[in-house]
């Protein structure tokens, strides 16, 4: 590859980010300051743009020419499977760590509205090179960065300082942020999270903000902007569609189907009965947030066949119950089945009405508010719970 090809990439990024809106005048300086690919190991798996699908492993030293082209290529890169387990070849069973596709990165610290000599706190240091452009914008002294994964934590350091920069790089549990340097003026997560860390807000100063991708059991995922009041609580809205991997301490497990049917065969004791609603119509990103900000604890997953029919499985997280719906291409009425103390599609299929009903709202008209007494995701106004199905707990959904 020559001079002129590797000069190219960044450019060529550079033009797409600025045509896009992404990459402002104020980020611009950092973009070129610190490039992409210092901070890419020597294997990783691209990604695509807009999609959690990754390509087979590239290996610097095997193909530096695809390497380059996947670190200038407006996409996110897979960095790790498996917390650190799996190596390759091929591709692991979950990518646990990544360099975020970089619309998404410089639209988030755009959202940050951070100004040189800020104290930043970063949750998620990941390969370092978020935590080198904040560095180059507030000053290296400015920035605590935080990460569980200590193998993670010292390849970005090592990277970090033979790039210029040394930012406080902490090995710990992010959700515990870090109090030693606190308070801050801005916290920025690149993990997503369910629910906001305490720590995050109290670590904040009046007026600070914390930005974050947050994302309820059930999917769909946006940024969320939240700032930071006097009285200890925070309040914003969401910014826009986001997919990142879960911080580590958020992380639920998923007990299997046969776990819910107990050693029966489906549909064990489960009650049939006709929906006019099609399961297409709660599968894109927008409507299942919508739906999960409204039915807790629950998560959906499609079992595919090859004539081009699927069953939704519906479960909660109690391992209590569980709903099946059968797609056909063509019917206007599907089957449905359900067993257990929820009526998971009945509860799915009224929280989907509730969005309809409201106009199809997309993320940029729900906020989220944080208090102690919890967090509560609104509709246009923060006095506007949007509607729960149930609280598992027992408790108040909202104050």
């Known amino acids: 590859m020559t001079e002129r090809e590797e000069e190219a990439g960044p450019l060529r990024l550079a033009s797409a980010l600025i045509a896009g809106g992404a990459l402002t005048s104020e980020w611009l300086p950092a973009f070129h300051a610190v490039p992409r690919h210092l901070f890419l190991p ?125 930012p406080l790089t902490v090995i710990g549990d992010g959700a515990e942020g870090h109090a030693e340097r606190a308070p801050y003026d801005r916290v920025i997560a690149t993990c997503s999270i369910g629910r906001v860390p305490r720590q995050w807000i109290t670590q904040t100063r009046p007026g600070g903000l914390v930005v974050a991708p947050w994302g309820p059991v059930y999917g769909g995922e946006a940024v969320v902007r939240l700032t930071v009041a006097g009285d200890g609580t925070a309040a914003g809205r969401f910014l826009g569609s986001s997919a990142f991997m879960r911080l580590r301490a958020q992380r639920t497990e998923r007990k299997h189907v046969r776990e819910y049917l107990k050693g029966r065969a489906w549909p064990a004791d489960g009650k049939h009965s006709m929906t006019s609603l099609s399961p297409d119509e709660v599968g894109d990103w927008p409507v299942m947030f919508a739906i999960g900000t409204q039915v807790p604890g629950a998560f959906p997953w499609m079992e595919p066949y090859d004539d081009g029919s699927y069953t939704l499985w519906l479960r909660d997280t109690a391992v209590t119950s569980w709903a099946t719906v059968d797609f056909v291409p063509g019917r206007d009425t599907f089957e449905v089945c359900q067993s257990g103390p929820r009526d998971l599609w009945n509860e799915v299929e009224a929280a989907y009405r509730w969005w309809d009903g409201q106009g199809r709202p997309g993320f940029e008209r729900f906020g989220l508010t944080v208090a102690d007494g919890g967090e509560w995701v609104w509709l246009d106004r923060p006095d506007h719970p949007v509607p729960l199905t149930r609280s598992p707990d027992g408790l108040p959904a909202v104050p």
């Open 42 to 166: 020597d294997t990783i798996w691209p990604g695509q743009a807009g999609m959690n699908r990754q390509d087979d492993r590239v290996v610097r030293t095997e193909e530096p020419e695809v390497w380059w082209e996947a670190a200038y290529r407006d996409a996110p890169i897979t960095t790790q499977w498996d917390d650190g387990a799996y190596t390759g070849p091929g591709k692991g069973r979950t990518p646990s760590s990544s360099s975020s596709m970089p619309t998404m990165v410089f639209s988030m610290l755009e959202a940050l509205n951070v100004e040189p000599g800020h104290r930043v706190l970063e949750i998620g240091t990941g390969t370092g090179w978020n935590s080198a452009l904040l560095s180059h914008r507030v000053g290296a002294e400015n920035v605590v960065t935080v990460e569980v994964d200590e193998v993670s934590a010292r390849g970005a350091r090592s990277r970090l300082k033979a790039a210029g920069f040394e």
